[in-house]
């Protein structure tokens, strides 16, 4: 019998060889990305399981009714590519539950979105420097437009972020225009943006609780 | 099954593959890509993403189990057909080198099984021969012997290994599926999104270098087609029968090799060894195609051995086509 396809010593060498450096490369390189700092689908679990169930089939992303959730670029991680992370730009998350019906192997758990202890994909904050409402008091649309009333404006009219209601949605960010109505500075962050759950705690949660 | 017919229907059955993945896209209805392939909560996952994960994340998930199941089982009535007929792969590839260039891409030492005999009745023996060796033989030799008949195997079992030491889908990164269809994703949101990143340049690069600069992607490395290949051996039907009243090999004076020249998988159906190697069977039809006789044949009934002795086969050829 000869298919030519029989294991040989030199293939058997070869295969060792490169799994060898693959899974050496990997040990270094995974945990990396395993603790990468990504927005993820809400209810999605950790980072480092999260990462282990992706397969990047991209059921989620494309059954995502707003279009909120694309895939990670090339140049956002190699090993991250291809899996779901949320843009704000023109969409926020409705928490209508498709992505985690859809996927398949289970990388999303459930979520509620009046209950920030569950699943929240992250929290508002708002960037002081970009917010049109701390340059010159002109704006208040995300205080108006939060379907979860967690934004309120302060007495000089400024946006502040209730985090024990704000679950990242994303409603704010996508109809912020403070890049549209100043001149463009070079960066694409709005007067206000979502952050990890991780991020905040570890830059604005001490500074909230004042 | 006629020869024209099977590859129209294969043309189809791609293209719907292509079409299901950008009607997902633009419908937001969630059909997914080959990866995980389905309608809401019923799907079918590629088997290999589904191990890898479970192996990944330490977790049994039973949905994830189930739909391998059903893979398990389509395999074990059509052995590897998606290899032919679902995965862009082999596309990618002819869209590149054309139809003449993969035969080119056998070695001079492949398929260079000796001649065999010029009678029908000793050779169609010789098969029946080595079914019942390999029948009668242990189990556990049985399975030494599959296990070593197929270096994909090694494959497979190196990504599973490396999935679980790193602690993530290694194979999916790398693999050509995963590839096309990141492409095709890449230009779709770089046209409707205006989205532009370097994937849309990249993913089709390592494709190409894949399966071009190293031809024998699908022989040689495929850890799909290995998993695949571990149930198909079990798939006696829809396997292609040679009708050896009409065949030259055993009815002229010259011997004919050209099923064996031009068959992806370096199948020779004369072989005495055929209904092992059948198992890497993909149901391409090129054979068919390609028999200057129209000897061959795909039928539904189920055959252990690749040749059918000429009052048998007056019976199968002259029935109409299933």
């Not at chain 1, 010593?9 to 390189?29: I, Q």
């Not at chain 1, 420097?129 to 934004?151: V, W």
Request: charged share 15%; net charge positive.
């Amino acid at each position: 019998m000869s298919s030519g396809r029989e294991i040989t010593r030199r293939s058997f060498m070869a295969t060792c060889t490169v799994v060898a450096a693959t899974a050496a490369t990997g040990f270094v390189v995974a945990p990396h990305s395993a603790q990468a700092d990504v927005l993820r689908p809400p209810g999605a679990l950790a980072e480092p399981e999260f990462f282990a169930r992706c397969i990047h089939c991209y059921r989620c992303i494309s059954a995502c009714p707003t279009d909120v959730l694309v895939p990670m670029h090339l140049e956002e991680g190699v090993l991250q590519a291809r899996s779901p992370t949320l843009d704000f730009s023109e969409a926020s998350c409705t928490y209508c539950d498709l992505c985690r019906q859809v996927c398949p192997t289970g990388c999303i758990g459930p979520s509620d979105p009046n209950d920030t202890a569950q699943g929240r994909i992250g929290v508002a904050v708002v960037i002081r420097e970009n917010c049109l409402a701390f340059i010159d008091g002109s704006c208040g649309i995300c205080a108006q437009r939060c379907p979860y009333e967690a934004i309120s404006l302060d007495t000089f009219n400024r946006p502040v972020v209730d985090a024990g209601l704000c679950n990242g949605c994303g409603e704010c960010e996508a109809i912020c225009p403070a890049h549209v109505l100043r001149a463009f500075n070079g960066n694409r962050t709005r007067g206000i943006e979502v952050v990890t759950e991780r991020r905040y705690q570890e830059v604005w949660a001490s500074s909230d609780a004042e | 099954m006629q020869n024209r017919r099977i590859r129209l229907l294969r043309t189809l059955t791609l293209s719907l593959v292509l079409v299901a993945v950008l009607a997902s896209l633009a419908f937001d209805s969630g059909i997914g890509t080959p990866s995980a392939l389905g309608i809401g909560e019923f799907f079918l996952l590629c088997p290999l993403g589904g191990l890898e994960a479970m192996i990944a994340s330490r977790t049994l998930l039973p949905v994830a189990l189930l739909s391998m199941g059903v893979v398990v089982v389509l395999t074990l009535t059509v052995g590897r057909a998606w290899c032919a007929w679902g995965c862009p792969a082999p596309v990618v590839r002819s869209l590149f080198t054309g139809k003449g260039k993969a035969v080119a891409s056998h070695d001079a030492d492949d398929a260079q099984s000796p001649l065999g005999p010029k009678d029908a009745a000793s050779a169609i023996a010789a098969q029946q021969a080595h079914v019942s060796r390999t029948r009668e033989a242990p189990l556990l030799e049985r399975i030494l012997k599959a296990a070593k008949s197929d270096r994909r195997l090694m494959v497979l079992a190196g990504v599973l290994v490396a999935s679980a030491v790193i602690g993530f889908p290694v194979f999916c990164l790398v693999c050509p599926i995963g590839l096309t269809f990141g492409t095709v994703v890449s230009l779709w949101r770089l046209f409707v999104f205006k989205e532009v990143t370097v994937s849309v340049l990249v993913f089709p690069a390592c494709l190409i270098l894949e399966l071009l600069v190293y031809r024998k992607w699908c022989m040689n490395l495929c850890p799909i087609a290995a998993f695949l290949g571990i149930f198909a051996r079990f798939a006696t039907r829809f396997r292609p029968i040679v009708d050896t009243s009409t065949c030259i090999q055993y009815t002229g004076s010259a011997t004919c090799r050209v099923c064996a020249k031009v068959c992806p998988e370096t199948i020779d159906l004369h072989d005495a060894a055929a209904s092992s190697i059948l198992a890497d069977c993909t149901r391409c039809g090129t054979c068919l195609e390609a028999c200057p006789k129209q000897a061959i044949r795909i039928t539904r009934q189920s055959s252990h051995i690749a040749l059918l002795a000429p009052d048998k086969a007056s019976n199968i050829s002259k029935s109409p086509p299933p």
